[in-house]
């Protein structure tokens, strides 16, 4: 699948998830140990910003650390996240770009982006009880990078657990989950 579409799709599937968030959602629990849900869509306003830096190579763009980038609520921040990574999906892809993960053409560092907020858009739908659908193409692409860019010894409990086991007959979507570590059932 071309980083793009899967952008384009992955994108959609966070829009309709943020856009069904309530104010009772803020603190919610969500299958990211250390982050509520207001914790984990400013990640994915992030994570998005930062990818379009690094994307870009323009890392004047990269957002400091504890950032919130939710303070006019969760549709606004993702929309400001999203116009970034999408932004720079338009840019030079096939430069070289270095990123905390080594030397890599600015597309990878989208499909990274894809993987993280598709995998997190799982994590959102499981904490606030929404229903989430993916192609198996942008499932099959997001496990294909993450197997690419998550060693071994990244899977300490802290940003990637080791894989969990799935249930048989699970949706690609469920076993991209386990694949990262999250409990599905």
């Known amino acids: 699948m071309e980083v793009t579409d899967a952008l384009a799709e992955t994108t959609g599937i966070v829009d309709g998830l943020v856009a069904g ?16 849900v207001h914790d984990l869509v400013n990640h994915m306003a992030n994570t998005s910003k930062a990818v379009a830096a690094m994307a870009s190579g323009d890392m004047s763009l990269m957002p400091g650390d504890g950032v919130d980038h939710l ?6 921040g993702w929309n400001d996240g999203k116009m970034a990574i999408t932004g720079a999906a338009g840019g030079d892809l096939d430069t070289v770009r270095q990123t905390p993960f080594g030397e890599v053409p600015g597309s990878m560092v989208l499909s990274v982006g894809v993987a993280d907020l598709l995998t ?11 229903h ?34 799935c249930p048989e007959g699970a949706s690609a979507l469920d076993q991209l989950a386990a694949f990262t570590g999250r409990s599905v059932s």
Do not use: Y
Not at 136 to 154: C, F, G, I, K, N
């Open 71 to 76: 303070p006019e609520g969760p549709v606004n």
């Open 120 to 130: 997190h858009g799982w994590d959102l739908a499981q904490a606030t009880d929404q």
């Open 21 to 36: 968030l309530t104010p009772e959602h803020r603190e919610m629990k969500t299958p990211c140990k250390k982050w509520t």
């Open 132 to 165: 989430i659908h993916a192609s198996d193409e942008l499932v099959a692409t997001a496990r294909s990078t993450w197997a690419m860019v998550v060693p071994p010894e990244a899977r300490d409990g802290d940003r990637f657990d080791a894989e969990q086991p």
